[in-house]
Each structure stands twice: as structure tokens, then as C-alpha cells.
């Protein structure tokens, strides 16, 4: 299908092209791109037009295709039936959770990118679910499932598979290479002609992808294309900062990662505006905001930081580590904004706490997770010892201290509603929208630490929890649902509404949004077990309660006041 791409269009494609691959296979591989335009129907219009990228209705809520399950049904089905039923004022997106076949990793070691697990469901059930929300769906990047049939055409020696993996010397010096796991970085395996090692960044069922081959990356530019069609409007690119990889480097945050990065904007901006990229990076804050690029890479990037500075501040009623953050938080380039969060599928990330946290107060977090029946996951730090990663726990349990219920409750929901007020797009994991405790069977049966925090359950028992106005699935998911209906109605809370820090009384987080048009609003939030005076915030009308604010905060209450 022929279509219209502007010259200056072609010349940067070009040029990415040239400085992934070479000035002399530049133009085949431009060429070869712009050929694959209306591929399943992407593209196929006139180009360019314009899109409204983000608005304050928007919030994801992510979860796994199996995350709620029903009898006789495909679990799809069961998702979408209860979200279409509870979740339509408070959620504009699903991120569904790899729903790809796999063999490991909850999804995450992909068997075959271009089908749904039949134990979901099928194209059809994922397409329904895109009938009433957006959907976000994962580009798993880094690696394939050993089980795929890429990689067993590979062992075979297959064309173009048999290029399709990192095979390395075990003698040569990897000491370089950046680890987020404790595990052997090479794994020997048997081809046709003879063994090999090869690379295995997160696991031995994981084999990393060659993309220093552009057959690689077009593969993934096809499979990117079919999710598109599919209904994705956001696109995760799922451990991407490890994607190139050259011996001799920290093989992390390469250049040629972020060209990557900045080549799959250009696609969707090209075919599919309306479409964003989210980077999953999970490293220290400064690494983490550099796939922004200069408004030329991910739309979105993860807020790693905030998970670990929030829980901390919440568990101590100490705020000034997650204040100081805040304040020193430049504003995300122009098109780009932040995905906020506290939970999601992963564990709470420590490495994001890296010179923001002193190592006293990292280890006494670390032990407070302990404490509370959570697991501390490990990575191979460079000078070989074993360092914590990530904090696996859910996040209520995490801020539950056991001793009283509807404190628990309150904190809990403040912590919730701290990304809802900060600058960007705010995401809640389907755990926390019921206030789940960790799954102690599920660790139990996997006895992977993760499993913590991946609870399936089942709908009856899920309705007849959310039955009970006392309970705590029922209040955390009402007020959650109805704090996020309330935000979609305000203008200050539009993703590109800048934010500052506002001087409070300590323990107090005191968010202003100004929107473009619209009033503004001050977001107050008590991080501690006290009730706190703040009369100067006083008389103004608060959008969560509804009424005029008194001037106290109740221990971990939250406020939205508006402008008059």
C-alpha cells in the first residue's frame, strides 16, 4: 500500500536506521519500514493527523487476563464482564498483563507474540474488552520463551532464527554487564552443529533477543503493527533498557537502546498517533527519566521512585525524603508524562531508591518488609555480591501495622491517592483496588516470591467480599473507584498541568495543579498516624468530601481543594 511519508520523515528514519545498523543497509531497511505500513490496516490513512494524547479521565488499571476468574468461562470474559459492570467511571485504560502463550514468568517468557493463551481466551475476547476502554498491552522485548518455536529453529539452525539470539564465549570478561538478577547471565544449550551460551538476562527459560539484527527488529515492528490493530493504545516496552548489548559495556542503557526507542516513536507517531510508548525501567530515577530522550522516545515513563519514597514516608510518618524528591523533580519534556503508581505485577522496586534514601533508612524499609511477611528478591551487583532488587509484598500489607483496621484502611487509601494527585497519568493494580493481603498459598505453591502479589481470584468469592460494606475489599474498592471518578472531573488534574510543591506543616504533602483552563487545585495529603492543623488551607471546597475543608487533616486524610 503506497502512502504519503513527508521527506524529512524519511531522511530521520534513515538516519536511525544508519546509526543502528550501518549507512550501507540505511536505505533497505527504510525502505523495508515504509513497505510494512498498512500492514492489518495501520497506517493505511493519510498521514500525519492530529490526536489528543491524554486527559484527567485518564487511569489504568493493570491486571492479568486471569486476574479474576469465573466457572465455565474464559477468563477474559470474567475481566470484562466486571469491568464493564464496576470500573467504566474510574478506568479509561486495562493493562492486560502478558495474555500471550508462555512458559514461565507469569507470561513474561513469551511462546508465541502473535496469539492468545487459550486458557484466556482469544483475539476476540481481547478486542471485547477494548469496547469499552483503552488497552495497554506489553511488548516483552528483551527475550523469548526457550519454548518458542523461534528459539527451538534456532538450536536447529534454521534461517533467519539461527540469528535471532546472543550467543558469547563464557572466557570473555562480562563483568561489565549490569545485572537484575542473581543468576548465571549465560546459559549453554545444545544446537544442531554443537552447544552454545547464550544470553540470558532474567532467566534460563528467557534467551535474549539479537537486536544488532535487523530481521529482530522488524519482527517485533510486525508484532507491534498486530497489536495496534488489535486495540492497543498504549504499548509497554517491557525491560527495554537491556535490548542491546555489547561486550565490554555495562550492556544497559546503550545508545543504540534509546535509538531503538526513539525509532518505534517515530513508527507510531507515524501510523498510529494516537498510540504511546511506555518504558518499564526499572533503575535509579536519573536513568530512568533519560527515555524521555529530548520528547523524541517514551511518551510515558514509569515513576520508580515514588513506590519505595511513598511506603517509607507512610511507614514512618516521615516525609521529607519523598518532599525532597518531589521539589527536585523537573517537569517531563513537552508531549511526555509520567505513568504514577505504587503497586503493579513486580515488586517494589529498591534500585530507584539510589541516592534518595540513606542506607540506614533502605535496610530498616527492607526489615520492615520482613516483618510483615514480605520477601526481598536479589540482583548480582557488579562486584559479584548479591544486593536487594525488589520488595515482593502487596502494598497493604506492606503499610499495615495489624493494629488498627480503619487506620490501616485510611493509610492505605492515602497512599492510593498520592499518584492520583501528582502530575501525569496514575495507574492502580487490580490487588490494590481490592486492598488484598499477601497470598501466602499462591507463594506457597510457586514458591516464587512474586506470587505474593499476583492473587487470582475467584468472582464469587470476590462478589461476596464486595457484599460486605464493612469489609476491607469493599471500602477500599468504593472509595478508590469514587476518588478516581471525582479526579476525571477535575481540570487541574490533566496530565500536562504542572505541579509544585506547596510549604506545609511536616507530615503534610501539599500538591498545587494548575491546569491550562480550569480552577486549581491544592491536593493535601496527612502521611502520618496525627491529626495535623493546616488552617491556612482553610474555607476553600474540597472535591473528595464534598464540602467546605475545616482546616484539619485527620490522620491520613487526603484533600482536593479548589480554587474559588
Request: proline fraction near 6%.
Given at each position: 500500500?503506497?502512502?504519503?511519508?513527508?521527506s524529512e520523515l524519511r531522511r530521520r528514519l534513515r538516519e536511525?536506521?544508519?546509526?543502528?545498523?550501518?549507512?550501507?543497509?540505511?536505505?533497505?531497511?527504510?525502505?523495508?519500514?515504509?513497505?510494512?505500513?498498512?500492514?492489518?490496516?495501520?497506517?493505511?490513512?493519510?498521514?500525519?493527523?492530529?490526536?489528543?494524547?491524554?486527559?484527567?479521565?485518564?487511569?489504568?488499571?493493570?491486571?492479568?487476563?486471569?486476574?479474576?476468574?469465573?466457572?465455565?468461562?474464559?477468563?477474559?470474559?470474567?475481566?470484562?464482564?466486571?469491568?464493564?459492570?464496576?470500573?467504566?467511571?474510574?478506568?479509561?485504560?486495562?493493562?492486560?498483563?502478558?495474555?500471550?502463550?508462555?512458559?514461565?514468568?507469569?507470561?513474561?517468557?513469551?511462546?508465541?507474540?502473535?496469539?492468545?493463551?487459550?486458557?484466556?481466551?482469544?483475539?476476540?475476547?481481547v478486542r471485547a474488552l477494548g469496547e469499552r476502554f483503552d488497552?495497554?498491552?506489553?511488548?516483552?522485548?528483551?527475550?523469548?520463551?526457550?519454548?518458542?518455536?523461534?528459539?527451538?529453529?534456532?538450536?536447529?539452525?534454521?534461517?533467519?532464527?539461527?540469528?535471532?539470539?546472543?550467543?558469547?564465549?563464557?572466557?570473555?570478561?562480562?563483568?561489565?554487564?549490569?545485572?537484575?538478577?542473581?543468576?548465571?547471565?549465560?546459559?549453554?544449550?545444545?544446537?544442531?552443529?554443537?552447544?552454545?551460551?547464550?544470553?540470558?538476562?532474567?532467566?534460563?527459560?528467557?534467551?535474549?533477543?539479537?537486536?544488532?539484527?535487523?530481521?529482530?527488529?522488524?519482527?517485533?515492528?510486525?508484532?507491534?503493527?498486530?497489536?495496534?490493530?488489535?486495540?492497543?493504545?498504549?504499548?509497554?516496552?517491557?525491560?527495554?533498557?537491556?535490548?542491546?548489548?555489547?561486550?565490554?559495556?555495562?550492556?544497559?542503557?546503550?545508545?543504540?537502546?534509546?535509538?531503538?526507542?526513539?525509532?518505534?516513536?517515530?513508527?507510531?507517531?507515524?501510523?498510529?498517533?494516537?498510540?504511546?510508548?511506555?518504558?518499564?525501567?526499572?533503575?535509579?530515577?536519573?536513568?530512568?527519566?533519560?527515555?524521555?530522550?529530548?520528547?523524541?522516545?517514551?511518551?510515558?515513563?514509569?515513576?520508580?521512585?515514588?513506590?519505595?519514597?511513598?511506603?517509607?514516608?507512610?511507614?514512618?510518618?516521615?516525609?521529607?525524603?519523598?518532599?525532597?524528591?518531589?521539589?527536585?523533580?523537573?517537569?517531563?519534556?513537552?508531549?511526555?508524562?509520567?505513568?504514577?503508581?505504587?503497586?503493579?505485577?513486580?515488586?517494589?522496586?529498591?534500585?530507584?531508591?539510589?541516592?534518595?534514601?540513606?542506607?540506614?533508612?533502605?535496610?530498616?524499609?527492607?526489615?520492615?518488609?520482613?516483618?510483615?511477611?514480605?520477601?526481598?528478591?536479589?540482583?548480582?551487583?557488579?562486584?559479584?555480591?548479591?544486593?536487594?532488587?525488589?520488595?515482593?509484598?502487596?502494598?497493604?500489607?506492606?503499610?499495615?501495622?495489624?493494629?488498627?483496621?480503619?487506620?490501616?484502611?485510611?493509610?492505605?487509601?492515602?497512599?492510593?491517592?498520592?499518584?492520583?494527585?501528582?502530575?501525569?497519568?496514575?495507574?492502580v493494580y487490580i490487588q490494590s483496588l481490592f486492598g488484598a493481603?499477601?497470598?501466602?498459598?499462591?507463594?506457597?505453591?510457586?514458591?516464587?516470591?512474586?506470587?505474593?502479589?499476583?492473587?487470582?481470584?475467584?468472582?464469587?468469592?470476590?462478589?461476596?467480599?464486595?457484599?460486605?460494606?464493612?469489609?476491607?475489599?469493599?471500602?477500599?474498592?468504593?472509595?478508590?473507584?469514587?476518588?478516581?471518578?471525582?479526579?476525571?472531573?477535575?481540570?487541574?488534574?490533566?496530565?500536562?498541568?504542572?505541579?509544585?510543591?506547596?510549604?506545609?506543616?511536616?507530615?503534610?504533602?501539599?500538591?498545587?495543579?494548575?491546569?491550562?483552563?480550569?480552577?486549581?487545585?491544592?491536593?493535601?495529603?496527612?502521611?502520618?498516624?496525627?491529626?495535623?492543623?493546616?488552617?491556612?488551607?482553610?474555607?476553600?471546597?474540597?472535591?473528595?468530601?464534598?464540602?467546605?475543608?475545616?482546616?484539619?487533616?485527620?490522620?491520613?486524610?487526603?484533600?482536593?481543594?479548589?480554587?474559588?
Amino acid at each position: 500500500m503506497s502512502v504519503w511519508i513527508p521527506s524529512e520523515l524519511r531522511r530521520r528514519l534513515r538516519e536511525r536506521f544508519a546509526r543502528l545498523y550501518g549507512d550501507e543497509s540505511a536505505p533497505a531497511c527504510k525502505e523495508r519500514l515504509l513497505a510494512a505500513i498498512g500492514r492489518y490496516g495501520v497506517g493505511a490513512g493519510t498521514l500525519p493527523r492530529e490526536t489528543t494524547r491524554w486527559s484527567e479521565r485518564d487511569a489504568v488499571l493493570i491486571a492479568y487476563g486471569d486476574s479474576i476468574r469465573a466457572a465455565d468461562e474464559p477468563p477474559l470474559t470474567t475481566l470484562k464482564t466486571f469491568a464493564d459492570e464496576h470500573l467504566q467511571e474510574a478506568f479509561s485504560t486495562l493493562h492486560i498483563l502478558p495474555f500471550y502463550p508462555y512458559s514461565s514468568d507469569d507470561g513474561f517468557s513469551v511462546i508465541d507474540y502473535r496469539a492468545v493463551n487459550p486458557e484466556l481466551g482469544d483475539w476476540d475476547d481481547v478486542r471485547a474488552l477494548g469496547e469499552r476502554f483503552d488497552l495497554m498491552f506489553d511488548l516483552v522485548l528483551n527475550h523469548a520463551s526457550r519454548k518458542s518455536a523461534w528459539f527451538r529453529s534456532y538450536r536447529e539452525g534454521d534461517a533467519p532464527y539461527r540469528s535471532y539470539f546472543i550467543e558469547a564465549d563464557p572466557a570473555a570478561d562480562l563483568s561489565a554487564v549490569v545485572r537484575p538478577r542473581s543468576l548465571p547471565l549465560l546459559t549453554r544449550v545444545q544446537r544442531a552443529d554443537g552447544p552454545a551460551w547464550v544470553w540470558t538476562t532474567f532467566s534460563d527459560d528467557q534467551m535474549d533477543l539479537d537486536f544488532r539484527n535487523p530481521d529482530v527488529l522488524f519482527e517485533f515492528i510486525d508484532i507491534l503493527f498486530g497489536y495496534i490493530a488489535n486495540g492497543a493504545r498504549i504499548i509497554r516496552l517491557d525491560a527495554v533498557a537491556y535490548v542491546w548489548k555489547q561486550i565490554g559495556t555495562p550492556c544497559i542503557h546503550l545508545p543504540e537502546t534509546h535509538e531503538v526507542v526513539k525509532l518505534l516513536r517515530e513508527i507510531v507517531e507515524m501510523v498510529a498517533p494516537e498510540v504511546l510508548l511506555l518504558t518499564e525501567t526499572n533503575v535509579p530515577h536519573e536513568e530512568n527519566i533519560s527515555y524521555f530522550g529530548a520528547s523524541d522516545e517514551a511518551h510515558m515513563v514509569y515513576q520508580f521512585s515514588l513506590p519505595p519514597l511513598l511506603l517509607h514516608a507512610l511507614q514512618t510518618g516521615d516525609a521529607r525524603h519523598l518532599l525532597a524528591w518531589l521539589r527536585g523533580l523537573a517537569a517531563p519534556p513537552p508531549g511526555c508524562t509520567w505513568f504514577n503508581f505504587t503497586a503493579s505485577h513486580d515488586g517494589i522496586g529498591v534500585r530507584p531508591l539510589q541516592g534518595l534514601l540513606p542506607d540506614a533508612e533502605i535496610n530498616a524499609l527492607i526489615e520492615r518488609i520482613r516483618a510483615r511477611g514480605g520477601q526481598v528478591s536479589t540482583r548480582r551487583a557488579e562486584d559479584g555480591r548479591d544486593v536487594p532488587y525488589e520488595l515482593n509484598i502487596t502494598y497493604f500489607d506492606a503499610l499495615s501495622d495489624g493494629r488498627d483496621f480503619m487506620l490501616d484502611t485510611a493509610r492505605f487509601l492515602c497512599s492510593q491517592t498520592v499518584p492520583m494527585s501528582l502530575q501525569g497519568m496514575p495507574a492502580v493494580y487490580i490487588q490494590s483496588l481490592f486492598g488484598a493481603r499477601n497470598d501466602e498459598a499462591g507463594y506457597r505453591a510457586t514458591g516464587r516470591a512474586r506470587s505474593l502479589n499476583r492473587k487470582k481470584w475467584v468472582r464469587a468469592e470476590l462478589d461476596s467480599l464486595l457484599s460486605d460494606p464493612t469489609g476491607r475489599e469493599r471500602i477500599i474498592f468504593d472509595e478508590l473507584r469514587r476518588r478516581l471518578a471525582t479526579r476525571a472531573s477535575l481540570a487541574a488534574f490533566h496530565p500536562d498541568a504542572p505541579q509544585t510543591v506547596e510549604p506545609a506543616p511536616d507530615g503534610v504533602l501539599a500538591i498545587r495543579r494548575t491546569p491550562a483552563a480550569g480552577r486549581a487545585v491544592d491536593a493535601l495529603h496527612n502521611l502520618t498516624d496525627r491529626a495535623i492543623d493546616v488552617r491556612g488551607f482553610a474555607g476553600r471546597r474540597d472535591a473528595l468530601a464534598g464540602a467546605p475543608f475545616d482546616g484539619h487533616l485527620a490522620p491520613y486524610q487526603c484533600c482536593w481543594l479548589l480554587d474559588a
